[in-house]
């Protein structure tokens, strides 16, 4: 954890190292102190893990809109058959 403070605006940065997929990744996430460091911390930790969950919901819509569009151009397929 890291504090950075420049004209009285503090700001804390954090490094999350997680397991993803069988690899170490390196999370990198920050937060404006307002009242409560603690609070701080954990915002910045959130920060460094949400950009993480994201992408992966991101890529796991992209798998079942994939997964839609094959069903749609199968059905399509097999009325053209008949």
């Known amino acids: 954890m890291l504090i950075n403070t ?3 605006i503090s700001v804390v940065t954090v490094i999350v ?3 993803l997929y ?3 990744e390196v999370l990198v996430g ?3 102190v307002k009242n409560d460091l603690n609070e701080t911390i954990a915002r910045a930790t959130l920060d460094a893990i949400n950009r993480v969950i994201q992408k992966i919901t991101y890529l796991k819509l992209n798998i079942l809109v994939k997964k839609a569009d094959l069903i749609y151009i199968l ?3 097999e009325k053209c058959d008949r």
Do not use: I, M
């Open 17 to 19: 190292n997680a397991l």
């Open 22 to 24: 069988g690899t170490e």
């Open 30 to 32: 920050s937060a404006l």
């Open 75 to 77: 059905s399509l397929a």
């Open 6 to 8: 420049s004209n009285d």
